[in-house]
């Protein structure tokens, strides 16, 4: 009975242990059933990803070219190294491997960091521009390194390196901040885009549409067929307005001092010129600048990432005399006969001002003011018109405002007022400070953009929006501010002529700006010298401390003098001397731009110096010795 019992309670285990196999089959079958019917298509497709890589084909930007059709910004095949970090098992040891290529270790671990935010499923660039050494080291690692691929990307190339690299701009990778920024929508992390200049402004444009290539791929990472390409659309070319040979005139001309050179069509507001100097590479962001080249570019002293022609703001020195003549005349406070007796300076407000010739000028009228730049003549010119007036004219000829011009990051410059300083600094304005406006001193601050617009409306009448690209039809992103046309004139005819009278003289009548003479051609300008640092400041540092500061150098002017085609503004930072240092840079200027015009093959050789001519030379060195050392004694 006992021995019936136990064979039950086996046979009752059996059962029980055969119903646990059953079970177990039926879940397991029922899971590939689930798997191998339901899913079929499901994992189908994983497995085909599994074998198919995408490989975006990057658009190339569209050229830009200089007014004549010349290349300027080109695309060049760049060999680039990318990592798909789907097939990445570790990161540590794929970056161990890259040490075998030419990065510093710096360069390493941005690209490790980068490698850790990147999207799984997008390729990551690496390294540009391979080596033929750096291509074969690859290659011969393909087994070990299914996850690196060589690819062919398009490469930004500036054919003409630093020359005019602040107008054109450069590229990079788009930054995390932009990304969130609705002008950039629609672009992901890793896209290139403009980053300054016209590759900037004009970057929508400029840009063009993606494609890309599907792989089938082995174990191994290896292409085995192309399952489909899509072909990227390159950008639009943009045609600017530059002028390849005046501009390489400008640069030579400015040659190492640090300065600026802007010249346009007062007609039309093509800018011919825009240097500044010092500049940079832009094929050096073409290729993702190292972290060396970038702290040596930022911490510069002599600041070559500044656009000095829109974002510098500097005193316009003596260059702000024509400015007040024309707000002078325009309010009726004086005519362009009316005289002023200058001995060498003048009392006002408790001060004595000296004007730069220590003898004085004697009797002057507006023209001659202008053309010997008397001091004394425009001091007493801001006593009438009061900083009210001031103000109001500087501001209608574009001062203290944006310029228009095509480009971000302009900066506005500062005409100052009464409200100005009671909302900055919480103080009156003081009549004696006037003074020192009415000679370009004090608070006033342009840009040579501004500047140079503001004397193409005493050169016409007229203020054209300034442009840096000719087709209108592109696309130009608001935050690029635009200036109402000037086709109404804002000032009377008589007013400007009288101003160009003067400015005329300047250059023509043995004035400080003889440099900038054209034979057959009649240059208007004013020359300008304008202090860095006040007389007070100068006078507490030891000489040779004070030696470090000097004066920087102005001409602005334009030409003709009946219909003119050019303004032209420099300044040369410490040059000293609008005479001596900027008047010649113009002065190249004009004779290339004449002389590209009339198919002048030669420069004719320069006039002989009279002793007028000598005597404004010195005048002019006299004038910047002055104002070097203030107004105010």
Sequence with gaps: MAIFQDNRKLISRMKGLRACFVLVFLVLFGKL??????????????????????????????LLLDREGRVLVDNVESVNLVLFLDKADDLEEVFEFLRGLDMTEEELNERMQAARRHPKYQGLTIKENLSMAEVSYVLAHQNEHPELTIVEEPRRLYRYGELAAHALGYVGEISARQLEQ????????????????VERTYNRNLSGKDGQRRLLVNSLGRAIEELHSIEAIPGKSLSLTLDLDLQMVAEAAL???????????PIHGDILVMASRPAFDPNLFATRISR?????????????????????????????????????????????NDTVFCPGGISLYGHYFHCWKPGGHGRVNLSDAIRQ????????????????????????????????VDLFGESVGLVPSEQWKERTKGEKWYAGETISVAIGQGAMNVTPMQLARAVGMIATGQAPPLRLVKDKRVYRPPATAVATSGSVPIFHEKNLQAVRNGMWRVVNEYGTGRAAM???????????????????????????????????????????????????????????????????????IFQAYFDKKYQRPQQPEPLPATPLQVAAVTADATEARVQRGGINQ
């Design 33 to 62: 059933w689930y798997i191998a019917v339901l899913k079929s298509d499901y994992y189908k497709d994983l497995a085909k990803q599994n074998q198919i890589r995408i490989i975006r084909l990057l658009a190339p930007r569209g």
């Design 182 to 197: 609705p002008e950039f929508k629609g672009y992901h992390q890793g896209d290139i885009i403009g980053k300054c200049g």
């Design 255 to 265: 040659g190492d001092s640090p300065g600026a050179v802007v010249a346009f069509d």
């Design 292 to 336: 060396q080249d970038w702290v040596r570019l930022s911490n510069d002293p002599n600041h070559p990432l500044q656009n000095r022609v829109i974002q510098a703001e500097f005193s316009p020195g003596s260059t702000f005399k024509l400015i007040m003549a024309i707000a002078g005349l325009e309010s009726g406070v004086v005519n362009e």
């Design 373 to 404: 730049s008397c001091n004394v003549y425009f001091y007493t010119l801001g006593q009438k018109l009061g900083i009210g007036q001031i103000e109001h004219y500087s501001k209608l000829l574009g001062l203290g405002q944006f310029s228009g």
């Design 518 to 588: 054209v034979r057959g051609f009649e240059v208007c300008g004013k020359t300008g010298t304008a202090q860095t640092i006040s007389k007070a400041a100068r006078a507490k540092l030891p000489p040779e401390v004070a030696a470090k500061f000097p004066s920087n150098a102005w001409f602005v002017g334009f030409a003709p003098r009946d219909n003119p085609e050019i303004v032209v503004c420099v300044i040369v930072q410490g040059g000293d001397s609008g005479g001596g240092v900027a008047a010649p840079v113009a002065g190249k």
